[in-house]
């Protein structure tokens, strides 16, 4: 029984960490590696100066503001109602299909890549956001960090996999039977979203919905239950001070995480660098990835899970310094190396600390404030980077200033006290428990 027990639990794990490996190809092809430079050097080629840069900084911008509205509502109606992988379906097929529409954009046509970057980004967005909610679902208490890190290498093993293939494809065109560059391009703009598709399967076939934390005798409708269960949060919100404390920290440090994501390419076109080289060493990231997010999950049983993460942002930081002197390719290669040894880490354990401190009744909806901070961090970031962009006419002062956000988040996470967080979450899951009894 016990073995029986054991193979179904790894069964569960294992199709909810596939959910990495399929929408990951997204987080490497389309946001990191392949589109930026390609929006930069076609999409937005005609376009003066570094004025592509610009405006892609802004697209991301603006899709992370929308989903970062969205999702605490979002989340709130689906715990009430018990839909998570209902609403994760319908956001993945968001975005499915808006990446698989960036094959239409060609030269000058910067503003429909705009438009469906976008779209395709509020997809991706939503989504992760009723995956990561699933994660105190299906994981043990013991092992949280584990399967967290595992979701992420599996993340870098099928992005990193799938970007090789695309990465072949740009350099080799004719030997996939594709007439140029620019078409093997946005062909592998279409095998994103293929893949994404097809890999997304094991979770919705074996991870189980978890329970509506909603009374549906009460017939209360799940919009207008979900909407007051957002208010009674934030009416509580005093219940949350370590988790909420930990959310500011993580908004501040990811900032720079995911502007050095989402920017590091277009920052590589704009000083020079080619295309080739460019996304070769973010596949490297990947690949580095891989064993560096596993090493993360047992340097956290180790070490405990804040200094994981104190170690990861302490590496960010010499890496944003030295992105202000990168010059040549090679150097490019280097910091994209660096990078494959903490990214991975610092966002899995970020991820699996705070499910800890997360009220199982309320995962999605607390998952969703998760969100708004890397939105909110997903907003400044680019911003900034631009706007210091246009006006210094170079990113290079862009690049070193997220050190800023580095050290901030760092400062401010050393007061998180995590196990009154979790004294905190088990106090609300016991008031749950007892509250319909209680009717």
């Not at 140029?180 to 062909?187: D, G, H, L, P």
Request: with cysteine.
């Amino acid at each position: 029984m016990h073995e029986l027990r054991e193979k179904a639990y790894k069964k569960v794990v294992n199709a909810w960490c596939m959910y990495d490996w399929a929408n990951s190809a997204f987080a490497t092809t389309i946001m990191a590696a392949v589109l930026p430079p390609f929006y930069s050097t076609v999409a937005g080629a005609t376009l003066p100066g570094n004025l592509a840069t610009v405006y892609w900084a802004y697209t991301t911008s603006i899709a992370l503001l929308i989903g970062a509205v969205m999702a605490p509502i979002l989340g709130a109606i689906a715990d009430f109602a018990g839909i998570k992988k209902r609403l994760l379906a319908i956001f993945a097929g968001i975005g499915i299909l808006f990446t698989g529409l960036l094959y239409l954009v060609s030269t000058g046509d910067w503003l429909k890549a705009s438009v469906f970057v976008i779209l395709a980004e509020i997809g991706f967005g939503g989504s992760i956001i009723f995956y990561d909610s699933l994660l105190p679902h299906i994981a043990r208490p013991q092992d949280i960090d584990q399967v967290s890190t595992r979701g992420y290498a599996m993340g870098y093993l099928g992005g990193g996999l799938l970007l090789a293939v695309n990465l072949a494809m740009i350099m080799f065109p004719k030997v996939f039977g594709l007439p140029n560059t620019e078409m093997a391009i946005r062909v592998s703009f279409l095998t994103v979203a293929v893949w994404w598709a097809v890999f997304s399967i094991p979770l919705f076939r074996y991870v189980p919905e978890p329970p509506a934390s909603g009374d549906p005798s009460l017939g209360v409708n799940p919009v207008v239950g979900g909407f007051r269960r957002l208010a009674q949060t934030f009416h509580d919100i005093r219940r949350y001070r370590e988790l909420t404390k930990f959310l500011v920290a993580f908004w501040l440090y990811n900032d720079g995480i995911g502007t050095i994501i989402k920017m590091a390419t277009i920052y590589g076109a704009e000083i020079g660098i080619g295309t080739t080289d460019l996304v070769g060493a973010l596949l490297l990231t990947q690949f580095v990835g891989v064993p560096f997010s596993i090493l993360f999950g047992r340097l956290a049983r180790k070490l405990g899970t804040k200094p994981s993460i104190f170690l990861a942002l302490g590496v960010y930081t010499l890496i944003s310094i030295a992105g202000y002197f990168m010059s040549t390719a090679w150097h490019f290669w280097v910091l994209a190396g660096a990078v494959g040894l903490v990214q991975g880490g610092s966002q899995a354990l970020s991820r699996s600390l705070f499910g800890t401190m997360v009220p199982k009744t309320k995962t999605a909806e607390f998952f969703g404030f998760y969100d708004i901070s890397s939105k909110i961090a997903g907003i400044a970031g680019p911003f900034l980077f631009g706007v210091v962009g246009q006006l210094t006419g170079s990113s290079r002062l862009s690049i070193i200033s997220l050190i800023v956000f580095f050290i901030g988040g760092m400062l401010l996470l050393t007061t998180v006290n995590v196990e009154e967080g979790r004294r905190a979450a088990r106090e609300v899951e016991l008031t749950a428990a007892v509250a319909p009894a209680s009717r």
